[in-house]
């Protein structure tokens, strides 16, 4: 069999990465539950009328068939699920009678999307998300934790500084509606590639697809244009002269979300007031997240989500929520691709029990059953071969110690790294905590290695 060619668009990790994903899997774990938030896992397919509610992305969805169905049968009606925020709302629709609301739940899960693969952008890979549903209505509040909830996350991952951008769909809309915009969609979308086009382009896009005039166009942009790190931004809209009473309603929100925010920023973790963030998600009703990775901007959002009131609705019930959904493989694959973060060992193994000789091996085996059972990852050496060849396969792997049992009952291990030998006894010997398991190792940006 030749040598199989990479599948663009669908990562996989070495060992030593995969270490990595773990690790910062484990601490969205941690932080979730901290919260409050259960975890769920639901099917990774949906039906395709029920994914086709969100908005365009119909030539995103891998349609499911049969390899050998009958022309009348190909078409399956499901497909695999491109984010996890419309198999949740399914979820909570079939088991609303056995839920307790609000409904916190935390989901890292793959998701598949039919995109043209490049750095940031992939066919399959991996989301972690939190999100708050509860009935009819749902506290504004949560809009605030869930931003929480991820800087404190954030804060324990090794990864360059995020800085999160927060607008409201409620204030777009309002000023949208009392400037006089007959298409608001159109006028998003041409906001939206601010950061992609000249101004002369934006301006050709809203007078032509938005049919806005110039006085129109020019207060777009300057609305566009205001950001801010506290609530200072609300006096600017309100200088621009534009009144609705969703646009206060709006201005209020984003105010309490930014304020709300300010006891958890760091050099770590910043957040933003930014108005010409909007999502492109037609759902999202109130209060719209963005995050970006310092010196990765070029990625776009790694980091994003927002609040909805009727994606989950059963015709007499409804179900809004607020989630935020972090791309864990959008985020790692660059810091991979550039040497920036890896695992201290490619292998979980704290200790490698060296074999006298092939006789001697149940004696390994049974100081490698001691250790395990008292928390300390160990594996037995695969061959008796010379003990500098025992110890050249542990330093190939980055396993820090290398035990060896005396024919008198005297055991000793040493520490290859620095060559420090002692006498141990399995029963009781610990390495140092941060030598039990692999550690993540960050490079700073400013110190970047290139792939």
Known sequence: ???????????????????????VVDRLRETFESW????????????????????????????????????????????????????????VLEN???????????????????????????????????DVID??????????????????????????PLRMQVNNRRLIEGFYNGLGVSDVPAVMRAVDKMDKLPETSIRELLAKDAALDERQIDLVLAFAAISSDDGSFADRVTALGVSDPLL?????????????????????????ADLRIARGLDYYTGTVYETRMVGFEQLGS????????????DGSTTYPGVGISFGVSRTLAPLFARGLLRASRSVPTCVLVAVTD??????????????????????????????????????????????????????EVKDIRSGEQVTADPSSWTPPAADIHPTIEATPLDKEITS
Request: aromatic residues 10%; charged residues 25%.
């Open 36 to 91: 409050g938030y259960a975890s769920v896992e639901t099917r990774a397919v949906e039906s395709l009328d029920q994914m086709l509610r969100k908005g365009e992305i119909d030539k995103e969805v891998y349609v499911l068939r049969r390899l050998h169905a009958e022309s009348s049968d190909a078409d399956s009606g499901i497909g695999l699920h491109f984010d996890l925020t419309v198999p949740l709302a399914r979820y």
């Open 96 to 130: 609303s009678g056995k839920l307790a609301f609000p409904f916190k739940r935390y989901q890292i899960q793959k998701v598949w999307r039919g995109e043209r693969p490049q750095e940031g952008r992939y066919r399959e890979f991996l989301q972690a998300d939190i």
């Open 1 to 23: 069999m030749s040598r199989p060619t990479p599948m663009s668009g669908f990562p996989e990790w070495l060992p030593n990465e995969r270490i990595v994903e773990q690790r």
């Open 358 to 411: 092939d006789a001697a091996r149940s004696e390994s085996d049974a100081i490698g059953r001691v250790l395990r059972s008292r928390g300390i990852p160990t594996e037995v050496s695969p061959s008796a071969a010379k003990f500098g060849k025992q110890i050249k396969y542990a330093d190939r792997r980055g396993i820090p110690y290398v035990w060896f049992a005396g024919a008198d009952g005297q055991h």
């Open 302 to 313: 790694v980091c994003s989500g927002g609040r909805y009131d009727a994606l989950a609705t």
């Open 248 to 272: 206060d309603q709006g201005l209020d929100e984003l105010v309490r979300v930014v304020e709300g925010t300010i006891p958890l920023r760091s050099d770590q973790f910043t957040v933003t």
């Open 135 to 160: 009935v009819d209505s749902l506290s504004f509040h949560y809009e605030v934790e869930v931003a929480q909830v991820m800087s404190e996350a954030f804060a324990g991952l090794p990864l360059p």
